[in-house]
């Protein structure tokens, strides 16, 4: 027979345990469900020795999210190299594949945690908020954001968050991979209809809209709504501002 031996963690080593160990527990279960016993049980170590590296669980969690938030913060990361339909899809990949990893911590995550959150969990998401809308804007090319841009994106960004999140509480019955390809839709009509009525956003979409391809996911929205417009009414001419 062999004895196994425990090996002693260094401090930052066993906070790193901890906080990996609340993240996988997170990512299953809510926040509020999770107890510093269970923490402790699936660290291998006793209840005060996890007091001894966090003085509570909200500290805890609010490491673990730090981490997930980077984690996701992550996930709009992406080469400007091609279209940008393209890229924003394989963006929405990325996004779901962390919104399928984490489940539940998800829209823990999204509420800032355990008893409705904190100022640092609320600081946190935002910042992964910020790093989204500020990767879009750079992929858009744009060096100052007019406030159509700034509206068009921080919505989009908002929309990803709460379609995914309806995706998870609803069982998933919608297919993940139309989902994202409609959450990229989402964002060409967004920005279509804001260009409609401001002439920047239109010079922004129509220089993004000239390197697209037909078979992209633009050109792929463009063919449905395309498909649409023999049944569509017939709308009155407007007159413009």
Do not use: C
């Not at 409609?196 to 391809?213: G, K, S, T």
């Amino acid at each position: 027979m062999t004895t196994g031996v425990r090996r002693r963690m260094g401090v930052g080593e066993r906070r790193q345990q901890l906080i990996g160990v609340a993240l996988e527990l997170f990512s299953h279960r809510s926040p509020d469900d999770v107890s510093i016993d269970e923490i402790a049980t699936a660290a291998g170590i006793s209840r005060p020795l996890v007091y001894h590296y966090f003085p509570g669980k909200q500290s805890l969690y609010e490491a673990a999210l730090g981490r997930a938030a980077d984690d996701l913060a992550g996930r709009f990361l992406e080469a400007h190299e091609g279209p940008l339909g393209a890229r924003l899809l394989r963006v929405m990949g990325r996004y779901f594949d962390f919104v399928e990893q984490h489940g539940p911590g998800f829209a823990a995550l999204l509420r800032g945690g355990p008893a409705g959150g904190s100022s640092t969990a609320n600081a946190l998401i935002d910042g992964v908020r910020r790093t989204a809308y500020e990767q879009i804007v750079a992929h858009l090319g744009v060096v100052s954001p007019p406030a159509r841009l700034e509206l068009v994106v921080r919505s989009w960004v908002s929309l990803a968050e709460s379609t995914a999140q309806l995706w998870l509480e609803g069982r998933r019955r919608i297919p993940r991979g139309e989902l994202e390809l409609q959450l990229v839709h989402d964002f060409a009509a967004l920005a279509s209809v804001s260009a409609a009525y401001d002439q920047e956003m239109a010079a922004i979409m129509l220089r993004v809209f000239a390197r697209e391809p037909a078979d992209g996911p633009f050109g792929e929205l463009l063919a449905r709504l395309t498909a649409l417009a023999p049944a569509a009414p017939a709308v009155p001419a407007q007159r413009l501002p």
